[in-house]
């Protein structure tokens, strides 16, 4: 479980600059790896408690860190 957990982390910080290297995102590479990050710990969390995923670690690693950047910047913009 905590191989899962620190995979979840270096591939959340992978998909977060990457999307700032390809122009997906203009938040600042700290930033992007910052949200996440922040999206994949909540979703890993969420599928311990309540066992909702998309299949394999990986998987839930890379589309909840795509959700974090779509839904964090959104929401603090006017």
């Known amino acids: ?16 600059y990457i999307s700032e290297k390809s122009g997906f995102t ?9 949200i996440c990050v922040g999206g994949a710990f909540l979703f ?16 839930n690693a890379i589309l909840s860190s795509i959700g974090a950047l779509i839904i964090v910047p959104f929401h603090w913009r006017k």
Request: aromatic share 14%; charged share 0%.
């Open 1 to 16: 479980m905590f191989m899962v957990l620190m995979g979840t982390v270096v591939i959340a910080g992978i998909v977060g």
């Open 26 to 34: 203009h938040n600042g590479y700290l930033q992007s790896i910052i």
């Open 44 to 59: 890993y969390f969420v599928r311990i408690m309540f066992g909702i995923g998309f299949g394999s670690a990986g998987m």
